[in-house]
């Protein structure tokens, strides 16, 4: 048995031409298939940008609660400025409903203080507040990709 | 096997050419089917494994395996389930289009419009609660028969896997309406995979490695379900699961038959076998001696095809166990198509990304798990789910004791310790929710209770804990891991039936606690 398999020696040409197929295939496989693995996860998320306008300041007096429909946000205006709660429940995404003092969230119940923060229910973080800015026009923009501390307006 | 006829030549080859033209009905039949008429035993195996698709069953099948209150046929309906399932699913996409433009429209046409499509769009869902339904108490039939023993530890894992896809094409199947319901149900379901964050904000590692929003985007290709979401959807339903689960199917068949067919207890009494036939044809084998009988080497050892029907009570399967199987998926047929003439599958309005549906209710067999999630998104949709399935998973290689295979509960014990178990299990739950119901839970009490306490410590995982003490103080208690088995099985199960009940009747908008769906607000 053993003589058998010292007749079948390895020359070493003979290592290198196969071991180098061998290590290409190999090396180009593995290539191929790590990038094929990443196709599914796309790399530009397709959706909205996260920036709309609101309109002027003077659109807000102190008081002002509105909804933004299409981009489920919640614009607020009190004597200290303007704010933007997001209206997506940080439970499992449902839209929350505002009630006279707080929010309601329909799909597990979750409650949420009109500051955004959970009274009870199964959400484990607080709405998020998004930054407001203003453009060089003078418009209020809302800023969805930017997340600020709860508490932080838009001051008049 | 009979020999092609050897056919005296006219002479000529046009003669030839048309003798052969005679023939050709014959001989393309014999081509096709190489066995004769299923007359002896040995035609009706070859009928059985000279076949692609029935190649998978075994020839033969102990007598005890034909009792009906054995199996109930279960594991059979689930698969004639799958095979409704599918036909009717191909018809549905002839018209059915996956884009978010067009898809709601499409299904109003597939109801209003196109001949029959309501009737094959209902058989369609009623067949997905049909499969669902069958699956599961396939499995506890397998469990309380304790047929995963003996051989059958890997089989228990593959039927796992089909316990897993089927929910798995329940789900896609879901969204495909691209109704209120469905976009709801689906946010809800698929933020789920993204509620690792729960654990990883807690430990402040979002930043770093957020596996939550990675399984989400893989999920559903996009921040929010829209178009990308409905295509891979789409693929998953229609192409991915069922190709997987055709293949899983083939093995889960194929090992019940390499596993020595079904279970069954080591005595089998004449009264179990009662109005079962018996092998009336193993005489006749014996007699039929003059054929040739090298292609039964593989059935058979010796030169001779035996088959006296001792030592193991067997018969052939063709026909005595197909007729049966057949007889099974026909009742499944018609219940779906009986119970699709008077209920139609429901389209709510067109998906409004805007406006969630109140309740926004999974399908039925999630709905026990909306109930935990409604505690917390991560140990309600990931962790218990993990646990329950790993769980099971490990039945087969903890409890192996080779007896008590093949009967109902194993024995008296059995059954007391199943009854038992799932009063306490009513009680339990029932406690539970009556005391989150009236009392809130602990953010309720201390409002400023870290998030990460409420994943661990919730009503779910107090159930899961009640029920992991209850059974290792019954194998203390009886000695016996298989009993320990059974009251944690009977404990899940019961369960899983109780919060599926609660959250289907008494969860109303807000997900609010209602006596009685009529009692909603605005009805
Ligand atoms: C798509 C889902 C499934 C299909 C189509 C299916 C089909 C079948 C069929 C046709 C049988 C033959 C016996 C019978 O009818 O009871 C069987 C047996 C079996 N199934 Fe399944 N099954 C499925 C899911 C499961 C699940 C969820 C489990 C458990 C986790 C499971 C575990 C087993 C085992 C261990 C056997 C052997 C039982 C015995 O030897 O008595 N199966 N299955
Ligand atoms: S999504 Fe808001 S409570 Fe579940």
Not at chain 2, 364 to 373: A, S
């Amino acid at each position: 048995m053993s003589a058998k398999l010292t007749n079948e020696e390895i020359t070493r040409r003979g290592f290198l031409g196969w071991g180098f197929a061998v290590l290409a295939g190999m090396v180009s496989f593995a290539i191929f298939v790590l990038s094929t693995l990443r196709m599914p996860l796309p790399s530009l998320l397709p959706g909205k940008s996260g920036r709309f306008r609101i309109g002027r300041k003077a659109d807000f007096p102190p008081g002002t609660a509105r909804y933004f429909e299409e981009e489920q946000t919640y614009v607020f205006a009190d004597t200290d400025g303007v704010f933007a709660i997001s209206a997506v429940c940080t439970h499992l995404g449902c839209i929350v409903g505002k009630e006279e003092r707080q929010f309601v969230c329909p799909c597990h119940g979750s409650y949420y203080d009109l500051s955004g923060k959970v009274k009870s229910g199964p959400a484990p973080k607080n709405l998020q507040w998004f930054k407001i800015v203003k453009t060089p026009g003078g418009r209020l923009v809302v800023e969805r990709s930017k997340r600020v501390a709860p508490g932080t307006k838009y001051l008049v | 096997m009979k020999q092609e006829r050897e056919t005296s030549a006219p002479g000529s080859a046009i003669g030839q050419y048309l003798s052969n033209l005679k023939q050709l009905p014959g001989n393309l039949r014999r081509s096709m089917i190489r066995h004769g008429a299923a007359e002896t035993s040995r035609a009706r195996a070859q009928a059985v494994f000279s076949n692609i698709f029935l190649h998978v069953h075994s020839v033969k099948v102990h007598r005890f395996s034909l009792r009906w209150s054995y199996t109930f046929g279960l594991g059979v309906m689930s698969a004639g389930a799958f095979f409704i399932l599918s036909l009717t699913g191909l018809l549905l996409m002839l018209y059915y289009e996956p884009s978010t433009q067009n898809a709601y429209s499409s299904m109003k046409d597939i109801i209003y419009i196109v001949p029959s499509g309501r009737l094959v769009r209902n058989v369609h869902r009623w067949g997905a609660h049909i499969m669902v339904i069958c699956v599961f108490l396939h499995m506890a039939r397998v469990f309380y028969t304790g047929s995963y023993k003996r051989g059958r530890e890997f089989n228990w894992l593959v039927g796992l896997v089909l316990l897993v896809l089927t929910l798995a094409l329940s789900f896609t199947g879901y969204l495909l309406p691209w109704d209120q319901l469905a976009y709801w149900a689906v946010t809800i379901g698929t933020n789920i995979a993204s509620s690792p964050q729960e654990v990883t904000d807690a430990l402040g590692l979002t930043d770093q490695i957020d596996v939550g929003a990675l399984m989400r985007h893989l999920l559903i290709g996009s921040d929010q379900i829209g178009n990308n979401a409905l295509v891979r959807f789409y693929f998953l339903h229609c192409i991915f699961l069922p190709m997987l689960l055709v293949m899983f199917v083939a093995v889960h068949i194929w090992r019940v038959r390499k596993d020595g067919g079904l279970s069954r207890p080591d005595d089998i009494g004449p009264e179990l076998l009662e109005g079962i036939p018996k092998d009336a044809m193993a005489e006749k084998t014996f007699a039929q001696k003059s054929v040739k009988t090298y292609s039964l080497v593989a059935v058979v050892k010796g030169s001779h095809p035996e088959n006296s029907g001792a030592p193991e009570d067997t018969i052939d399967a063709m026909p005595h166990a197909f007729v049966r199987e057949f007889a099974a998926f026909m009742l499944i047929l018609a219940v779906a198509v009986v119970l699709s003439y008077f209920s139609d599958a429901p389209l709510k309005e067109p998906a409004n990304p805007s406006v969630p549906e109140n309740p926004a209710k999974a399908p039925w067999y999630f709905l026990g798990l909306q109930e935990l999630v409604g505690y917390s998104a991560f140990m309600g949709g990931i962790g218990i789910p993990t646990i329950a399935l790993i769980g099971l998973g490990l039945i087969p290689y903890l409890d192996r004791d080779r007896n008590g295979i093949g009967i109902w509960f194993e024995n008296q014990q059995g059954r007391s310790v199943a009854f038992v178990s799932s009063i306490f299990s009513f009680v339990t739950c029932v406690a539970i929710l009556a005391l989150t119901v009236n009392f809130g839970w602990l953010r309720n009490w201390y409002p400023d209770v870290p998030q990460i306490v409420i994943t661990f410590v919730n009503p779910g995982t107090l159930l899961v804990g009640v029920f992991a003490a209850w059974s290792l103080l019954t194998i203390k208690k009886f000695d016996s891991i298989r009993i320990g088995a059974i009251a944690l099985f009977t404990c899940f199960f019961v369960a899983f039936i109780i919060l599926t009940y609660f959250a289907t009747v008494h969860r109303g908008p807000n997900w609010q606690f209602y006596w009685w769906p009529s009692l909603w607000p605005g009805h």
